[in-house]
């Protein structure tokens, strides 16, 4: 009983301490906090207007773009397309490259091409993408026989073009298996040798259709836009985490409009001239140049991703209609 009796004293004790040091406190205290509150704010908001000025200067004066020789750099979808041009360019620079695809004999014909090139270094690799436990594997052999691999670049996809009712439900897991769930592979497989060696940049080909919906797009759209919110979740998780590697190890994220790579069999826009359909080698430069600039996101062209943006302060009805007026379409297959 004595016990109890205590151990009530002492919480109202320990209450009144409390309330004395509140009291202590009182007014002076409560402004000091006010004027905390207000020196940050300000803070905030010079560091973001350097931020602003530093973002419009890099876009008159670009940065330099640093030096990839001698990276390992990893294409997935490096068989055809885009891929194949990621690959060329990162061999032209002096990167040694491997070349990731499910068709064997498409890997094999660019590094080929690299070698082609006369002392460019480059390996090719059979992988399933949407396959954890494959993936996992190769990343040990390509880490055992190449070295780490210092440049993820994630290309690959597939883009069936039909209404959403249309899709079966094995070609919609199929496309976020390899259009989206391959990242999550393939960043374990890699991501943590970064870490661990404290130097590494990951790409990550998303599509303008991971910045607006499109007609027989669906799934498609779908799963690039988790690519954007993937990429974006890992910048601010790795700057919440561990922020002493922000500028050790680099996310990018690039949006292309319609490319010529045969996943876009037909289309119409009535402006051609303004926006014609991407060829390959172009997309691959500008991917390839973002990185070596350590730009977080781009479009191609660059003036997309920021007419999107534009477009979006308005209500959603202003999108339609400027949708209409540029009569942009992709066909159903």
Known sequence: MADATSGVNNHAEQRQNGCAGRQTEGPAGQVLAVLVLLLETVWMQLRVWAEVFRGVYQTIVPPAEKSVAGEVVLVTGAGHGIGREIALKYASLGSTVVCMDINE????????????????????????????????AVAKTITQEVGPVTVLVNNAGIMPTKPFLEHSAEEMKRIFDI???AHFWLLQAFLPSMYERKHGHIVAVSSMCGQMGCTNLAPYCA?????????????????????????????TTIYPYMVATGLVKSHTVRFNGLMPILNPKVVAEEVVSAMRRNQTEISVPGWLFHFNRFVRLFPGSVALMVRDFLQVRISGE
Request: charged share 35%.
């Open 105 to 136: 004999k498409g890997a094999a014909e660019t590094v080929r091409d690299i070698k082609a090139l006369g002392g460019a270094k480059a390996a090719a690799y059979k992988c399933d993408v949407s396959n954890r436990d494959e993936v996992l």
């Open 179 to 181: 259009n989206m769930l």
């Open 223 to 251: 799963s690039k836009f988790a690519v954007r919110g993937f990429m974006e979740s890992l910048a601010v998780e790795q700057h919440d985490l561990r922020p002493d590697m922000d500028d050790k190890v680099r996310f």
